[in-house]
């Protein structure tokens, strides 16, 4: 995992003004990468943003102001139309790239000039997916999350043994990933009601709030990735809503896990924050309780433990139309961290292909929701309101159990720790738009 260097020096200020404002989720420190399209209609092309503009990369490369960055690599990276090209390059590529656009972007910068005409604002791009995803895999790392969803169905005894032992995770549905503001349809689907199974639009739908991490080079067929290794091949992390329809999941989980449930959509932000930029914000991973004992061989070292966790804060923001007709803001429901996740991203790769499964630059991996105890401290609706039996009172007077249409959900994440410039990881929102005719 990337240390500390002179891009994250709190100090230095861009001639990008707008980024050296203290709420922007996108300083000099940041520089996260992602997928534009100049007014939305132009071709797609890989972008860096700064404060409240963007850098087209592309045309950076072509007026000759990334030479040598990416050695032979170059045109698969600069040209391409998703950041994959990039993802796929070895860390110091990435470092280099970073090294370049934060001394390019400074205040003072002699490239100011040649850089400033390839500045975009970002009002005037549409962003894209940032990544052609192969494969996308949702994991259940918060013990939280994993207690409070037992205790509804096996008060007794809510920690499935598994847990403690390994990251559980099931492979999930790329196909329906969408960049954050796409709309999502309400799904259909098969559950029970009043004693019987019916078709129909779900009644229960609810959001997940987890963060998504993208596999950087991917490892050979049959050749797994040590957790010394793990943090080589991760690039860098997004935030992820996985909607959930509960009525239809619980009715079709058992025995191989969700399915229509969970993949008919899936919403990330389209700024990919690098694990170089969150260097500044590394924790140690969680400590395992005394009666979870060690994690086996293969998921533990002393760099994981030191470094693996993330000191991410998370915030859901619930916007209902009643809110927007009375043009009053969106209301926080949830705020929670990142750093109690139980198990960490390097071990989530480790494990993942432990048994040889491949992994491909711009794979996705969700981390599962993020939940803590305490009063609004959960990432679904589900655990806020104990399955439905306990809405949520809105500051307007409204009430949810679960998403109504026309309700926006924005997801919104920051990083800050002593010393450091703080950097956010953008918006994930989409909102419920009512289910399509038969
Ligand atoms: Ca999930």
């Known amino acids: 995992m990337s240390g500390l260097n002179e891009t994250h020096d709190p100090a230095l200020r861009s001639w990008v003004e707008s980024a050296n404002g203290a709420t922007t989720d996108f300083p000099i420190q940041n520089l996260p990468f992602g997928v534009i399209s100049p007014n939305g209609v132009e071709d797609d092309r890989i972008a860096v943003a700064i404060g409240d503009s963007v850098l087209d990369l592309r045309a950076c490369f072509r007026a000759g102001l990334l030479d040598g960055l990416a050695g032979d690599k170059s045109h698969a990276v600069f040209e391409a139309r998703t950041l994959n090209g990039l993802m796929a390059q070895q860390p110091d590529v990435w470092s280099a790239l970073r090294l370049c656009l934060s001394r390019g972007l400074r205040e003072g910068a002699t490239q100011q000039a040649r850089l400033s005409p390839h500045l975009l604002a970002?009002?005037?791009?549409?962003?894209?997916?940032?990544?052609?995803?192969?494969?996308?895999?949702?994991f259940y790392c918060s013990i939280e999350h994993a207690t409070n969803g037992g205790k509804m169905s096996r008060p007794d005894n809510p920690l499935m043994p598994n847990f403690t032992s390994l990251p559980v995770g099931y492979n999930g549905r790329a196909s329906s990933i969408v960049v954050s503001?796409?709309?999502i349809v309400r799904p259909r689907g098969q559950f029970s009601k009043d004693g019987k199974i019916v078709f129909g639009p779900t009644e229960m739908l609810d959001f997940e709030l987890e963060v998504g991490a993208f596999i950087g080079a991917g490892n050979p067929q049959f050749r797994a990735i040590p957790l010394s290794e793990a943090p080589e091949h991760f690039f860098g992390i997004c935030l992820l809503n996985d909607w959930s329809s509960r009525d239809v999941q619980s009715w079709e989980y058992q025995p191989l896990g969700p399915f229509l449930s969970k993949g008919f959509a899936t919403t990330i932000s389209g700024w990919v924050i690098?694990?170089?930029a969150l260097a500044p914000f590394r924790v140690p991973a969680r400590?395992?309780?005394k009666?979870?004992?060690?994690?086996?061989?293969?998921?533990?070292?002393?760099?994981?433990?030191?470094?693996?966790?993330?000191?991410?804060?998370?915030?859901v923001r619930l916007h209902s139309e009643n809110m927007?007709?009375?043009?009053?803001?969106?209301?926080?429901?949830?705020?929670t961290g990142f750093d109690s996740m139980f198990w960490t991203i390097p071990q989530m790769i480790t494990h993942h292909s432990s048994n040889g499964c491949p992994m491909r630059p711009g794979d996705l991996l969700g981390s599962g929701t993020v939940s803590q105890y305490g009063e609004k401290a959960q990432g679904c609706l589900s655990e806020i309101t104990w399955r439905g039996t306990n809405p949520i009172q809105l500051e307007n007077g409204e009430t949810r159990a679960y998403l109504l249409d026309g309700d926006e959900v924005v997801m919104t994440g920051y990083c800050t720790a002593p010393g450091a410039r703080r950097i956010g990881l953008g918006v994930c929102s989409g909102r419920v738009l009512a289910s399509l005719p038969k």
């Open 122 to 138: 970002m009002n005037d791009i549409a962003l894209k997916l940032p990544s052609r995803i192969g494969d996308f895999t949702d």
């Open 181 to 183: 503001e796409v709309g």
């Open 274 to 276: 690098t694990q170089e």
């Open 287 to 289: 400590p395992r309780d």
């Open 291 to 315: 009666e979870h004992g060690e994690a086996l061989e293969y998921l533990r070292d002393a760099n994981n433990d030191a470094r693996g966790g993330l000191g991410l804060r998370l915030e």
């Open 324 to 335: 927007r007709q009375n043009a009053q803001p969106p209301e926080v429901i949830t705020a």
